[in-house]
């Protein structure tokens, strides 16, 4: 039966974690009542401090920071998907009441909750199909069943197919270039003050170079971001943006930088002029650091929908785009826009935006959306 299985596997893997951090606070709670009883009775000097030393082992095998890590992950995916994920599975609930029976309508209105849901036309179009050739071949007749059949073909499309590398390719033999586009707006500079907080707290040396020249406050809110994720910072108002990026990648080697976070200008519409602007930052970049860019990061804004899937394709056509970034998915109802980007796009997702906060980034990673998504929809 499809990947229905691993479906119900990743479902009771990410409540088990729920429930053990549950566990995990609850005996704390525990101990530390018991510890303010006994502190009360002074008499029991020393049954309180063997006590203390086993509790305190207890603590100890108990606070598993992976499940903690884990944990404060499904949080984020959780309360960032928190609008997608009320509206879609409210529609299919009520899709579900309307409709005991699986039905012509029912596919009808199926069809039109995914397309809203952003997933994309012709991924909907594909999903409808396999989803009527299953409920046909499984004999499935109640609506109620059919959730968890929605939940795992729409795993099988992300899932199926080749598979896109999510991770970051790391430069060994000096700082890793990681080049971040993409229009207005979307995020990019946020992004990359993100990323900085992400890496520096990994312990690497963190650099950003201003590339984004031409708007007025660009250099500067770049510059905020690094004094605050405490990153060094290059960059020159009014200048010609490969000039800068020259002049930031030989501090950047100088300084023994680990990675180098470039930010550009979103605002060249126009595809040749934004072809061979990109075209000539690309040949400084590798004429300073050969390899590098090691990474281009499409930045696209999830609330803009179908708008971001044609924002993609664009920059494929002008660019070696390595991976995407969705941001904003806290600020929409059609998260479903992850799906259609794989199918439509196929350029692989590295990671979302799931706030405004230089925390409010994560590596992106499927299961944790899909739970994110759909975790009251199923047992
Ligand atoms: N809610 C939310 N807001 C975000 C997220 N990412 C970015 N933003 C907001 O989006 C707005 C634009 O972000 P920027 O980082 O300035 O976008 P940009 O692409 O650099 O914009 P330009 O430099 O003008 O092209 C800011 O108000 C950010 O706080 C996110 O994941 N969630
Ligand atoms: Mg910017």
Redesign the pocket.
């Known amino acids: 039966m499809g990947l229905f299985n691993n479906i119900k596997k990743i479902f009771s893997k990410k409540k088990e974690i729920e429930e053990k951090e549950i566990n995990l606070l609850e005996k704390k709670d525990e101990i530390q009542d018991e510890k303010e009883i006994l502190n009360e009775d002074q008499k029991v000097d020393n049954v309180i401090k063997n006590n203390e030393d086993s509790k305190q082992e207890d603590i100890n095998n108990l606070s598993n920071e992976d499940i903690i890590e884990e944990k404060e992950i499904i949080e984020k995916y959780d309360k960032g998907l928190e609008k997608s994920r009320k509206e879609f599975v409210s529609n299919l609930s009520l899709l579900g009441i309307k409709y005991k029976k699986v039905s012509e309508e029912y596919f009808d209105e199926l069809e039109q909750t995914l397309i809203m849901a952003d997933i994309g036309v012709n991924t909907v179009f594909k999903f409808m199909d396999e989803l009527r050739s299953r409920v046909k071949k499984e004999n499935i007749t109640d609506t109620a069943y059919l959730n968890e059949v929605i939940v795992d073909e729409l795993f099988i499309i992300y899932v199926n197919g080749e598979s896109l590398s999510d991770k970051i390719a790391i430069n060994d033999n000096g700082p890793t270039v990681i080049l971040m586009v993409?229009v207005?707006?979307?995020?990019?500079?946020?992004?990359i003050a993100k990323l900085a907080h992400k890496y520096k707290s990994q312990g690497k040396k963190v650099m950003m170079i201003a590339g984004?020249t031409f708007?007025a406050g660009?250099v500067e809110?770049l510059k905020i971001w690094a004094d605050r994720t405490n990153s060094i910072f290059y960059g020159k108002e009014n200048s010609d943006p490969a000039g800068v990026i020259y002049d930031g990648l030989e501090q950047a080697i100088d300084q023994k930088a680990d990675i180098v976070l470039i930010d550009t200008?979103?605002?060249l519409q126009n595809k040749v002029n934004l072809m061979n602007e990109l075209e000539k930052v690309n040949k400084v970049i590798a004429k300073i650091i050969p390899g590098a860019p090691h990474e281009t990061l499409l930045?696209i804004d999830a609330s803009t929908g179908q708008n971001g899937i044609l924002q993609a394709k664009a920059f494929k056509e002008i660019t070696n785009i390595t991976g995407l970034v969705l941001?904003?998915?806290?600020?929409t109802a059609k998260g479903g826009i992850v799906l259609a980007i794989k199918e439509e796009v196929g350029l692989p997702v590295k990671f979302i935006?799931?706030?405004?906060k230089m925390e409010?980034l994560e590596v992106f990673d499927i299961e944790n959306y899909i739970y994110g998504l759909f975790k009251d929809l199923i047992d």
């Open positions: 993409g207005n707006g979307v995020g990019k500079t946020t992004t984004d708007r660009a809110q200008a979103g605002r930045i941001t904003k998915m806290d600020g935006g799931l706030g405004e409010d």
